[in-house]
């Protein structure tokens, strides 16, 4: 999930809101921020048995997308006294930490006991590839010459968060169209694919 590395550098390296007066005050928002993803690991572990994992993926993807689309286009106004891109990240981060925490555990249930294991280095893998080349991607839309630790600027808040709402997007459409629903189903050799199961059932 690099999107939510990217959505935070992206955030605070730019030019400071209006609204936000101090550093302090910054760090406040961003506690209320962190404080939101959190909440969203907590609901998805409970509002997943209900929807399913793959329900819940499709609306925390395409909600995180929503959000951070709003971000790009709304992040100079306040609301009485609140500046809008905080309350949108706060948004987005509920939806994005939670999709992770969703995503995590799904990856294993898809691919049962004895390809779980490599399924989810696999997507550690891909989830170490992405917190590299969104921040390469972040400093191509910004303009900027440093491709290791990138600084947005104020006019790459709406390209920077578009590209991250797109990512989000992505993962909505992932689990809408690709994704198998693995609420209810068991864990077992025998619900692995056929040409992994009966290599499982040979003793050894």
């Known amino acids: ?110 691919y049962g006991v004895r390809l779980g294991a490599r399924s989810s280095g696999l997507g550690q893998t891909a989830n170490g590839v992405g917190k590299i080349l969104g921040p390469l991607s972040i400093a191509v839309i910004a303009g900027t010459s440093n491709i290791i630790s990138p600084q947005a600027t104020e006019g790459a808040l709406t390209g920077g968060f578009l590209f991250l709402a797109a990512g989000m997007a992505l993962v909505g459409m992932s689990f809408l169209f690709l994704g198998v629903e693995t609420h209810g189903r068991a864990m077992t050799v025998a619900a692995e694919p056929e040409a992994i199961a009966p290599a499982a059932a040979t003793p050894r």
């Open 1 to 110: 999930m690099g999107v939510r590395r990217d959505k935070a550098a992206l955030s605070s390296g730019c030019k400071p809101h209006p609204a936000i007066r101090s550093m302090p005050q910054a760090a406040k928002y961003f506690v209320f921020v962190t404080g939101c993803g959190i909440i969203g690991k907590i609901v998805v572990s409970f509002v997943a048995p209900l929807l399913g994992r793959r329900a819940l993926g499709v609306l925390w993807g395409f909600s995180g997308a929503a959000a951070l689309a709003a971000a790009a286009y709304y992040h100079g106004f306040t609301i009485a006294g609140v500046p809008v891109m905080v309350l949108l990240l706060s948004a987005s981060a509920f939806c994005i930490d939670g999709s992770f925490s969703n995503l995590a555990p799904y990856t294993v249930e898809s």
